[in-house]
């Protein structure tokens, strides 16, 4: 079964500084990688999704994700952190029996001090 | 409309209440979502519906019975709760099942107090 895991439940960085959230995957054939960003008393958005045609997916509020089959990893970037990026990320991996289940990482709280 | 809709924002209810979480979405996905969310924990799929019918129900206690009435409606019925059934409930829906890349639209999610 597929799985994620998710280092560090917590990064805190200072505004303007580089944003680093670290996803790795768990799987024998190509995954379907998503990464979602919760603020608080909120539901989930997706941030971005991995398709396979680019290794390199942009997503939305500036973020980014490298799909490294090498490393098994989809990691999460920022170039410059807003404080209104302070939230939590889940990384997410669908299942391929169906597509159906999404399996969620225990997510990282991005802390954004000024 | 992009939107998911959960009503109500927040739920406070005893043991031996009966009570429903609804969700709404328009936008012709033919697969709806439902999961539990703890504290400082990830979500936990609960419920699958796809083309209307029940296709994942992951061992879920029978207090909890789902219902899919039409395309866009997705209810949660609630009965003889505990307190630890308190949590985050996120409904979710997606444009079609079996299809890769499915991605998951959330609701807001409702707030669930069990006293």
């Known amino acids: 079964a597929q799985s994620v895991t998710q280092l560090g439940s917590h990064v805190s960085v200072s505004e303007g500084a580089l944003v680093l959230l670290r996803c790795n995957y768990s799987?024998?054939?190509?995954?379907?990688l998503f990464w979602y960003v919760q603020y608080p008393n909120q539901g989930l958005q997706l941030l971005l999704k991995y398709t396979s045609a680019a290794t390199l997916v942009k997503g939305i509020n500036g973020f980014e994700a490298e799909f490294k089959k090498s490393e098994t990893s989809f990691h999460l970037t920022k170039p410059s952190a807003h404080m209104s990026d302070a939230a939590e990320y889940f990384c997410a991996v669908s299942d391929q029996t169906g597509f159906q289940k999404l399996v969620f990482g225990t997510g990282t709280r991005l802390l954004v001090s000024p | 409309d992009t939107e998911v809709t959960q009503t109500p924002k927040h739920l406070v209810m005893g043991m031996t209440n009966k009570k429903s979480l609804k969700c709404e979405q328009h936008?012709?996905?033919?697969?709806m979502y439902w999961y539990k969310q703890k504290a400082k924990k990830p979500p936990e799929l609960m419920f699958v519906?796809?083309?209307?019918?029940?296709?994942i129900n992951e061992s879920v206690p029978s207090r909890f019975s789902p219902e899919c009435p039409n395309s866009s409606l997705l209810n949660l019925h609630l009965h003889a709760l505990q307190p630890e059934d308190s949590a985050l409930y996120l409904c979710a829906s997606s444009q079609a099942p079996n299809e890769e890349y499915n991605e998951q639209f959330f609701g807001p999610g409702t707030r669930l107090t069990v006293l």
């Open positions: 936008m012709g996905h033919r697969a």
């Open positions: 799987s024998s054939v190509p995954p379907y």
């Open positions: 519906y796809s083309y209307e019918k029940l296709s």
